[in-house]
């Protein structure tokens, strides 16, 4: 969440797409499947390997 908050423009997301990568941090997970460029941006920002 820190990477969001330094960049200079906001990263909009869904409220669906938030709940998927909060997941995955919690659960302590490194990669995760995105099927949109908005999720793909946000899992690279929160330091996710994006699975396409």
């Known amino acids: 969440m820190a990477a969001c ?3 200079t423009a906001p990263l ?3 409220t669906l ?3 998927h ?3 995955a941090r919690v ?3 490194t990669e995760a ?3 949109d460029g908005r999720l793909r941006e946000a899992e690279v920002q929160g330091a996710l390997q ?3």
Do not use: F, N
Request: hydrophobic content about 50%; aromatic content about 4%; charged content about 20%.
């Open 5 to 7: 908050y330094r960049r």
């Open 12 to 14: 909009l997301i869904r």
């Open 17 to 19: 797409d938030a709940l």
């Open 21 to 23: 990568l909060a997941s």
């Open 27 to 29: 659960a302590g997970q």
């Open 33 to 35: 499947v995105a099927s």
């Open 50 to 52: 994006t699975i396409a």
